[in-house]
T-cell receptor
Framework: DADVTQTPRNRITKTGKRIMLECSQTKGHDRMYWYRQDPGLGLRLIYYSFDVKDINKGEISDGYSVSRQAQAKFSLSLESAIPNQTALYFC?????????????FGPGTRLTVT | RKEVEQDPGPFNVPEGATVAFNCTYSNSASQSFFWYRQDCRKEPKLLMSVYSSGNEDGRFTAQLNRASQYISLLIRDSKLSDSATYLCVVNPLNTGFQKLVFGTGTRLLVSP
């Protein structure tokens, strides 16, 4: 079983709809992240969380919100989806004790907003 | 100037060839450097960390040049399975916050 899972894997939604992307991990890591990836722009950080009570905005948080329901779960919401939020979304985790700054990514959610 | 810049490629090489990618970073205080590999439509995965002294892992060698602010990845004896996008990744400051800045990637195509 994958250590970091994301649901759904693919989603098509319409402008104005609310949508939630979910991430779960079994790695036991405290730190979790949400990124989006667009062609030519690379991965950009949306939100990150160091633990259940610590949530921080990344470089492109406008139009998004998150919820850290438990150590293992970190959800990303688009309150009112717009077409330029069409992208590949990745959740990631990391272990601050590892010393390597390695992040482990989920398989991604391909979101299309029409 | 972008924090991390890479040549997008694609680099087209035959099997068995040696290929090298460079990546430049803008923040001279950056402390940690990595190469990630990303297959088409898949998640990025750590390929190797880059140490000041340079490091090698099988056919892969990573080098860091702090004076010129670039890192490199050398792949020897290329395999078809090496075809992927290689992401240069930098941790701008060694603050304990594991923020990673990702380059846009260099695409490698290895042909028979």
């Amino acid at each position: 079983d994958a250590d970091v899972t994301q649901t759904p894997r693919n989603r098509i939604t319409k402008t104005g709809k609310r949508i939630m992307l979910e991430c779960s991990q079994t790695k036991g890591h405290d730190r979790m992240y949400w990124y989006r990836q667009d062609p030519g722009l690379g991965l950009r950080l949306i939100y990150y969380s160091f633990d259940v009570k610590d949530i921080n905005k990344g470089e492109i948080s406008d139009g998004y919100s998150v919820s850290r329901q438990a150590q293992a779960k970190f959800s990303l919401s688009l309150e009112s989806a717009i077409p330029n939020q069409t992208a590949l979304y990745f959740c990631a985790t990391s272990d601050p004790q590892s010393g390597y700054y390695e992040q482990y990514f989920g398989p991604g959610t391909r979101l299309t907003v029409t | 100037r972008k924090e991390v810049e890479q040549d997008p490629g694609p680099f087209n090489v035959p099997e068995g060839a040696t290929v090298a990618f460079n990546c430049t970073y803008s923040n001279s205080a950056s402390q940690s450097f990595f190469w990630y590999r990303q297959d088409c439509r898949k998640e990025p995965k750590l390929l190797m960390s880059v140490y000041s002294s340079g490091n090698e892992d099988g056919r892969f060698t990573a080098q860091l040049n702090r004076a010129s602010q670039y890192i490199s990845l050398l792949i020897r004896d290329s395999k078809l399975s090496d075809s992927a996008t290689y992401l240069c990744v930098v941790n701008p400051l060694n603050t304990g916050f594991q923020k990673l800045v990702f380059g846009t990637g260099t695409r490698l195509l290895v042909s028979p």
